[in-house]
């Protein structure tokens, strides 16, 4: 069964950074694109970034374009968000999320995954 296990959320002033984990374990972590989702209170859940299961190529929506970065280590089951020059608008649950089927490129599309973590919250105060 694929677990997704989040941790690295917090309370930061704007203007700040976090970094975010997500550790799989379950299947062969390094098969299989990784993504990050975030949901606002009383909003959708949306896409933020994704990274391919071979790591060269990564995908985020335009609103963190140039301030967050996913990485992953296969060796550790790890993908990673760097975020930085946070805003108060980013201040959502974070959620670690993958598809079900092995070697896709990755997906914006939050319907499309199929396992997510349990989410972790992060607050940015103005």
């Known amino acids: 069964q694929v677990q997704l296990v989040e941790s690295g959320g917090g309370l930061v002033q704007a203007g700040g950074s976090l970094r975010l984990s997500c550790t799989a374990s379950?299947?062969?972590?390094?098969?299989?694109?990784m993504g990050w989702c975030r949901q606002a209170p009383g909003k959708e859940r949306e896409f933020v970034a994704a990274?391919?299961?071979?790591?060269?190529?990564?995908y985020y929506t335009a609103s963190v374009e140039g301030r967050f970065t996913i990485s992953r280590d296969n060796a550790k089951n790890t993908v990673y968000l760097q975020m930085n020059s946070l805003k108060p608008e980013d201040t959502a649950v974070y959620y670690c999320?993958?598809?079900?089927?092995?070697?896709?490129?990755?997906?914006?599309?939050?319907?499309?995954?199929?396992?997510w973590g349990q989410g972790t919250q992060v607050t940015v105060s103005s």
């Open positions: 379950g299947r062969t972590f390094s098969k299989y694109a």
């Open positions: 990274i391919s299961w071979s790591g060269g190529d990564t």
């Open positions: 999320a993958a598809p079900e089927n092995p070697y896709s490129s990755g997906t914006d599309y939050p319907h499309e995954y199929h396992y």
